[in-house]
């Protein structure tokens, strides 16, 4: 099964953590990421969210604001796509990745089809 693995960085966290140290562990993790072999890859990193824009539309208003929309602890810094046998696998990549520590994982499965909203969020 194909997941993203979103990466969420508290960035006072991840900038007070010995670089040295996070850099040697990312090796390590992107190594056994590779040896593990099927689909799974290297991730990307993302510029630090001062760097985003965001941009958000509601009926004919458009805002454009410099950073990311939610004003939160963590923030979006990168992301890891796994093709593994099931969701108790891509936790244990999860864990295994250095930047849990640094704040959060999000898993998430891929969509093979193009999905139906969630009929439970609708307000009719």
Same mark, same amino acid.
Request: net charge negative.
């Given at each position: ?5 979103? %990466?969420?960085?508290?960035?006072? !966290? ?6 040295? @140290? +996070?850099?040697?562990?990312?090796? !390590?993790?992107?190594? !056994?990421?590779?040896? #593990? ?7 990307? =990193? +993302? ?5 985003? *824009? ?6 004919? /208003? *458009?805002?454009? +604001? ?5 004003? *939160? /602890? @963590? ?15 891509? %936790?244990?990549?999860?864990? =295994? ?7 959060? %994982? @999000? %898993?998430?499965?891929? #969509?093979? *089809?193009?999905? =139906?909203?969630? /009929? ?5």
């Amino acid at each position: 099964m194909r997941y993203m693995m979103l %990466i969420h960085h508290d960035e006072v !966290a991840l900038a007070n953590a010995p670089q040295k @140290e +996070l850099w040697t562990d990312y090796a !390590a993790f992107n190594e !056994a990421l590779a040896k #593990a072999g099927g689909q799974s890859s290297a991730g990307e =990193r +993302l510029q630090p969210a001062s760097a985003a *824009t965001t941009v958000r539309t509601a009926g004919s /208003k *458009t805002d454009v +604001l410099d950073g990311p929309y939610a004003d *939160t /602890k @963590e923030q979006l810094a990168g992301y890891f796509m796994l093709d593994v046998a099931d969701l108790d696998e891509a %936790i244990a990549w999860a864990k =295994r990745c250095p930047s849990s520590r640094y704040g959060s %994982i @999000e %898993i998430r499965p891929l #969509a093979d *089809t193009y999905p =139906r909203p969630d /009929k439970s969020l609708r307000r009719d």
